[in-house]
């Protein structure tokens, strides 16, 4: 910064010293059943949008800073897809939405101040909204443990794996770029990728009906 920014230095005095390898966090996806508590306890939540933004991240794949930056024209009701112009490394991408986020985003989008753009957009200012404290109640309520928002992305590549879907597929959905293969194959389809969040909604689902509710769950 002293050197970029700052014009105080010349040459960066720090540029040939070797890093220390950080030790890779460990992410852990949703068990059987959790999937379904966490999202009956995000509809529980005082916050009107918990709900809607985690069912996308579990059935898109999608980090919390590219669904909370999404604008209303970023959304297409008809194709069902939406458009992630802030992805982060840079290159925008389609990602393909299941029935049941479509309705909630037209409830969202029946009661939405037509000044702000943000699908999720804060009720007190005109920035992004704030899920963290709504976010841990959810969890609390749901008795899940060790376990953070990014591990929703982690859930759904999970489960696409198991369900069938190749690297390419997964790498598309989830905005990789870490080969030049998956850089070709960035134009690929969003009806080919859709059938992954269509899988988990439909397990969801059905666990749902199997399941006790949340009052029932033993602590």
Same mark, same amino acid.
């Given at each position: 910064?002293?050197?970029?920014?700052?014009? &105080?230095?010349?040459e960066?005095?720090?540029?040939? +010293?070797?890093?220390l390898?950080?030790?890779?966090?460990e992410?852990?996806?949703?068990?059987?059943?959790?999937?379904?508590? +966490?999202?009956?306890a995000?509809?529980?939540?005082?916050?009107?949008? +918990?709900?809607?933004?985690?069912?996308?991240?579990? @059935? @898109?794949?999608? =980090? *919390?800073?590219?669904? +909370?930056?999404? /604008?209303w024209?970023?959304?297409?009701?008809?194709?069902?897809?939406?458009?992630?112009?802030?992805?982060?490394?840079?290159?925008? =991408? *389609?990602?393909? %939405?299941?029935?049941?986020?479509?309705?909630?985003?037209?409830? %969202?989008?029946?009661? =939405?101040?037509a000044?702000?753009?943000?699908?999720?957009?804060?009720? /007190?200012?005109?920035?992004?909204?704030?899920?963290?404290?709504? &976010?841990?109640?959810?969890?609390?309520?749901?008795?899940?443990?060790?376990?953070?928002?990014?591990?929703?992305?982690?859930?759904?590549?999970?489960?696409?794996?198991?369900?069938?879907?190749?690297?390419?597929? %997964?790498?598309?959905?989830?905005?990789?770029?870490?080969?030049?293969?998956?850089?070709?194959?960035?134009?690929?389809?969003?009806?080919?990728?859709?059938?992954?969040?269509?899988?988990?909604?439909?397990?969801?689902?059905?666990?749902?009906?199997?399941?006790?509710t949340? *009052?029932?769950?033993?602590?």
């Open positions: 910064f002293a050197c970029k920014n700052l014009r &105080w230095i010349d960066n005095p720090c540029i040939n +010293l070797l890093k390898k950080a030790k890779p966090k992410r852990r996806v949703l068990a059987e059943g959790e999937d379904t508590r +966490l999202l009956q995000c509809r529980q939540s005082q916050s009107p949008y +918990l709900h809607c933004i985690v069912l996308m991240a579990l @059935t @898109t794949g999608a =980090r *919390k800073s590219e669904i +909370l930056h999404l /604008t024209d970023a959304i297409d009701f008809d194709n069902r897809i939406a458009h992630i112009k802030d992805s982060k490394n840079g290159q925008p =991408r *389609k990602v393909g %939405l299941v029935d049941s986020v479509i309705e909630e985003l037209k409830k %969202l989008y029946q009661s =939405r101040d000044r702000k753009s943000l699908v999720f957009a804060s009720k /007190t200012a005109f920035g992004k909204v704030d899920i963290k404290k709504a &976010w841990h109640a959810a969890l609390k309520r749901a008795n899940i443990e060790n376990f953070v928002f990014h591990g929703l992305r982690h859930h759904f590549c999970s489960i696409g794996g198991e369900l069938g879907a190749s690297g390419t597929q %997964l790498r598309a959905q989830l905005g990789h770029s870490s080969s030049r293969m998956t850089d070709h194959y960035s134009h690929l389809d969003v009806n080919s990728t859709r059938f992954i969040g269509e899988s988990i909604e439909k397990r969801i689902a059905n666990i749902h009906h199997a399941e006790p949340l *009052k029932e769950v033993p602590l």
